[in-house]
């Protein structure tokens, strides 16, 4: 069995990953940390989201560093100011015991005069993403002369952002003895031409795509018209109060608009997508890392930075077009050996989109219905019950209230007063109005052979009557047409 201990890691490091709770390395860490600390190489790893590539190049990056020399020796690129973020936060925790590095995350949204005067100062490791590292770059305030590590993290995505160009600025300006580790969930072709334009005779580690899922993720589908996506999702969040999740959204308006219908209706959400600034970008990760939301509302590309470990669920607003991207949303969730739950939001039509996941990806989707408010109600009753007889009122509540409650409730009976108690309990939880959801959204295979059976004319919802005649509504279509036999003027009638 693979652990730590065996990779060559120091102790310094393997202490931190005691205390990090990091027990067993996923594959892309088991197979590439000792490759990476064994032999100056370039490198390819090839694995999705979620499968821990931040730690598979940071450790032994740390390693490598030399902390007694004050210039930049790594440089990391990432496509979102979250993912940079991320993976400085991480590789600070990973060198907690190590002698000192100092480590820089720069990106677009903040004072790029901060960065300037703190690039002023020694920084052995550089994160950045490529827009803002080009802008430093030409204020000749980042140096990338003697870099010794060039790390490409989530390289399709940047790609998929348009830094294509970009990339190969900052490449061209790095001296040629560097090594180059790139990391990817897939392999199009310009990453193929990066590799063969930079990269020199790269060691490659490719994850098992039938392993690339997260087993631990129970993966379903709920059939809903567009109109009533907002409502269900709410009914998702009223059954489970201690759900956490993100529900991912394919544009920013679409963002907006469900995070603004949530806010309205009390629930604890906010949206994350590129038109916010990095302050209120920041402000919202804040709130939902410390609990303060229940669910972020969020783009693919906006999410691509979330690092939570204890995301319940995750919720697909839309089916994305590529198939890679519903890997990477499922696998925001079920971290850290956590079992977690993936719903997709589908019409009748889409059926065949969740087929060809599950032939793909080879996981298995089942069909959940939408909670109906009656038990929703029932659930959060009960929940509500026993909170109350779990609250402590022993010399909680002074004696003089306690006897004005008891003398203005006196003459209720114990029915009485737990009905109005719990009315007001219900009229609080706001629960909405009780519509049936789940009908007729999808063609069973009853339904299907009930359409096959019925004569052709009655297969259109009625727009025809018995024999597949119209109905009377239906006739003046029928009314305005010439006997077939009559004559119209036209060239064909004209008199030569």
């Known amino acids: 069995m693979t652990s730590f201990k065996n990779m060559g890691l120091s102790d310094p490091i393997l202490k931190v990953l005691k205390e990090l709770n990091f027990e067993k390395p996923t594959d892309i860490q088991s197979k590439g940390i000792p490759t990476l600390l064994s032999s100056p190489t370039d490198f390819i790893g090839l694995a999705q989201t979620g499968t821990g590539k931040t730690a598979a190049f940071g450790l032994p990056l740390l390693e490598l560093i030399d902390a007694s020399q004050n210039k ?16 400085a936060e991480e590789l600070q925790k990973f060198g907690k015991y190590l002698p000192k590095i100092n480590i820089l995350p720069v990106y677009g949204g903040t004072d790029i005069v901060k960065q ?56 061209s300006k790095t001296p040629d003895h560097k090594l180059t580790w790139l990391f990817s969930a897939t392999m199009p072709d310009e990453i193929k031409r990066i590799v063969n334009e930079y990269m020199d005779e790269p060691e490659e580690v490719r994850i098992n795509p039938d392993k690339t899922v997260n087993q631990n993720i129970t993966h379903q589908f709920a059939v809903v018209r567009r109109k009533d996506k907002a409502t269900a999702l709410k009914r998702f969040l009223d059954i489970e109060e201690n759900m956490r999740g993100v529900v991912f959204c394919r544009t920013r308006r679409d963002t907006q608009d469900l995070a603004e219908e949530l806010l309205r209706n009390n629930y604890r959400a906010d949206a994350l997508h590129g038109d916010l600034s990095q302050a209120q970008r920041d402000r919202v990760m804040k709130r939902f890392k410390n609990h303060e939301l229940q669910v972020l509302i969020a783009t693919d590309v906006a999410a691509r930075g979330i690092d939570v470990n204890d995301l319940t669920h995750v919720f697909h607003h839309m089916l994305p077009d590529d198939i890679s991207y519903y890997t990477h949303r499922s696998g925001r969730t079920a971290r850290a050996g956590k079992k977690g739950y993936s719903i997709a939001f589908i019409n009748g039509r889409e059926l065949y989109r969740v087929k060809r996941l599950e032939k793909t990806l080879k996981i298995n989707f089942k069909q959940v219905p939408i909670p109906e408010v009656d038990d929703i109600a029932h659930i959060r009753v009960r929940q509500w019950c026993l909170q109350i007889l779990e609250t402590p009122t022993k010399g909680k509540i002074d004696a003089a209230l306690m006897n004005e409650a008891i003398t203005l409730f006196g003459n209720l009976s114990k029915e009485e007063l737990i009905s109005k108690i719990l009315k007001r309990e219900i009229d609080k939880m706001d629960l909405g109005h009780s519509v049936n959801l789940n009908e007729g959204l999808l063609d069973t295979d009853e339904k299907k052979k009930k359409r096959r059976t019925e004569p052709k004319g009655r297969r259109r919802g009625g727009r025809r009557g018995d024999g597949g005649r119209r109905r009377d509504g239906d006739r003046r279509r029928d009314d305005n047409r010439r006997p077939k036999n009559s004559k119209r003027k036209g060239r064909g009638n004209r008199k030569k």
């Open 72 to 87: 930049t020796q790594a440089l990391i690129l990432a496509p979102t100011r979250e993912l940079g973020k991320q993976i």
């Open 116 to 171: 300037i005067k703190a690039l002023k100062k020694p920084q052995h490791i550089i994160i950045a993403t490529p827009g803002r590292l080009i802008d430093l770059m030409k204020r000749k305030a980042a140096k990338l002369h003697e870099l010794d590590f060039l790390i490409l993290d989530e390289a399709d995505e940047m790609l998929n952002m348009g830094f294509k160009e970009d990339i190969d600025k900052i490449l």
